[in-house]
């Protein structure tokens, strides 16, 4: 409840706008009572970023225990990675921590070490595997995560971001995860070259 409350609270009025004060009277209890389970508004944050991002990790390793088909689970993961960051909750956690990054640097470093950190930490360990089995070419897992997901991001997601459109509809996100995938493969494929794939024709909105 409280971090459900706070979570909503930190999107409504951004990070410097918080107090714990307000979210106690949201709450419809004492500050109090509050600061015995949070003693920072900080801690408060963590928390909340903290749950969101667990709960987003456990979806996403169910998708990474399977490589029958690499380049299949990379896609189901990056369409899954697509969905979690254009999504409206994300998109307005996103633009806070751009916003106040500059002004709380403990911000921008409690929402890295939770959130993207993390992940990219699971998708490298999901990596290595596959490396260690032959099925892409050697390299640094955590560089090759890292370029996974900037490769998922740099299509709807960027744009969402910048304002450039409302929502990511299903079309735009098959579509990006598909080009993030064939340039990720092109690049660590461990059997030669990656073959060519169906030609896909960009969303009319990109």
């Known amino acids: 409840m409280i971090l459900t409350v706070a979570q909503g609270y930190f999107m409504d009025h951004g990070y410097a706008g918080t107090t714990m004060s307000g979210i106690a009277a949201a709450l419809g209890g004492s500050k109090g009572t509050l600061w015995n389970h949070f003693p920072s508004k900080q801690e408060l ?4 970023i903290d749950r969101v991002a667990r709960a ?6 169910q998708i990474l225990t399977h490589d029958d088909d690499l380049a299949m689970t990379l896609r189901r993961a990056c369409i899954s990675i ?3 960051v254009t999504s409206p909750e994300a ?15 403990e911000l921008s470093r409690t929402f890295f070490d939770l959130a993207p950190r993390n992940t990219r930490a699971l998708i490298a360990k999901f990596l290595s595997g596959a490396m260690e089995r032959g099925r892409l070419r050697t390299a640094d897992p955590e560089e090759t995560a890292r370029i996974l997901m900037a490769l998922c991001m740099a299509g ?4 969402l971001l910048m304002g450039q459109t409302d929502h990511a509809d299903e079309r735009q996100i098959e579509y990006d995860s598909g ?4 340039t990720f493969m092109r690049a660590y494929a ?9 030609c896909r024709s960009a969303p009319s909105s990109m």
């Open 45 to 48: 944050f963590a928390a909340v």
């Open 56 to 61: 987003y990790r456990a979806q996403l390793s």
């Open 82 to 84: 697509i969905r979690k």
């Open 91 to 105: 998109i307005a956690l996103h633009r806070l921590i751009i916003a106040e990054g500059g002004r709380f640097p």
């Open 156 to 159: 709807c997601h960027h744009q």
């Open 179 to 182: 080009l993030a995938v064939d």
């Open 190 to 198: 461990a059997d030669g070259p990656y073959p060519d794939q169906p």
